[in-house]
């Protein structure tokens, strides 16, 4: 199987996995909705891949880490609708349609971000089984320590911080490493958690991620100058009109392509170690620096 096609297959492995996930409705059917109004509009499911193959390469039970991966996503999800709330971002489009908040009012869009929040733990939780205890334990406390205050909604606030602000290349990198790169990071280690890999292992994968999530976010910051908005599903320029410190502001579109192209390069002489087994997430990551979307 070519890397084209393993990457199809992750994908909609995940993609179907989390439509059968509240499909029930229960007696909140609005809430139900608006969850998956979000959480199945699409997306490259980076971060699900990410898990999966970061756990195959170490040699575990891919089958039974797309729970993980999936419970991930839910936790990007849930991002992504606060970010776009009018108190944050206030953004009108995600994906190409309207943000979640446009469609189900402000009050529904927070508690679908809460609901998908702690979905994402019960999932994992729940669907344990394949796993030794102490693995689960140590994966759902990886994300656990990724998605708050020490990562992904301490770099939020980081961001609404700095906006209007004339923010240093180091305050930028730490932001990013909150708020992109935890995430990443932890999708790779909680793969490598489950298939059981040791401290070295563990710290190669987080290598491999932080170096991948810092070109990602500097590709991101460049799209949003010269992207399409129709490629993109959201308007570009975003950044500017909120007056927020990017790397493009600081270090020009031409720098910032270098950079993405020595980041990638790192991430993948992380994996040195794993050799022939590591090559899809190689690949992968070269193929995240020309991204249009």
């Not at 656990?144 to 301490?154: N, S, T």
């Not at 799209?223 to 600081?250: M, Y």
């Amino acid at each position: 199987m070519n890397y084209h096609e393993q990457l199809r297959q992750d994908t909609q492995q995940a993609e179907a996995w989390l439509r059968e996930c509240f499909s029930d409705r229960d007696p909140h059917a609005d809430l139900y909705d608006a969850m998956r109004y979000s959480l199945l509009a699409g997306g490259k499911r980076l971060r699900p891949v990410l898990l999966l193959e970061t756990c195959r390469m170490c040699g575990g039970d891919v089958e039974g880490a797309l729970p993980f991966a999936c419970a991930v996503e839910m936790l990007h999800t849930y991002s992504l609708i606060h970010d776009d709330l009018p108190a944050m971002d206030n953004d009108d489009l995600r994906r190409g349609r309207p943000t979640n908040h446009k469609v189900y009012g402000e009050a529904t869009a927070i508690l679908a971000g809460d609901a998908l929040l702690t979905a994402a733990f019960e999932t994992m939780l729940e669907h344990g089984g394949p796993f030794p205890p102490e693995r689960v334990v140590a994966a759902a406390a990886c994300l656990g320590k990724a998605a708050g205050a020490r990562g992904m909604v301490g770099g939020q606030a980081l961001d609404m911080a700095g906006e209007g602000h004339a923010l240093s290349l180091s305050d930028v990198e730490e932001l990013q490493r909150l708020k992109t790169g935890a995430l990443i990071a932890a999708a790779v280690e909680m793969g490598c958690i489950l298939a059981g890999g040791g401290e070295e292992e563990r710290a190669a994968v987080r290598r491999y991620a932080q170096k991948l999530g810092l070109a990602f976010q500097i590709r991101d910051d460049m799209l949003d100058v010269e992207g399409d908005e129709q490629t993109l599903g959201k308007p570009i320029g975003s950044d500017a009109e909120n007056e927020k410190t990017t790397f493009v502001t600081l270090k020009g579109l031409e720098r910032c392509q270098g950079l993405v192209e020595e980041l990638t390069a790192e991430a993948q002489q992380a994996l040195a170690p794993f050799g022939e087994a590591s090559g899809f997430l190689c690949w992968l990551a070269g193929e995240l620096v020309a991204r249009k979307n």
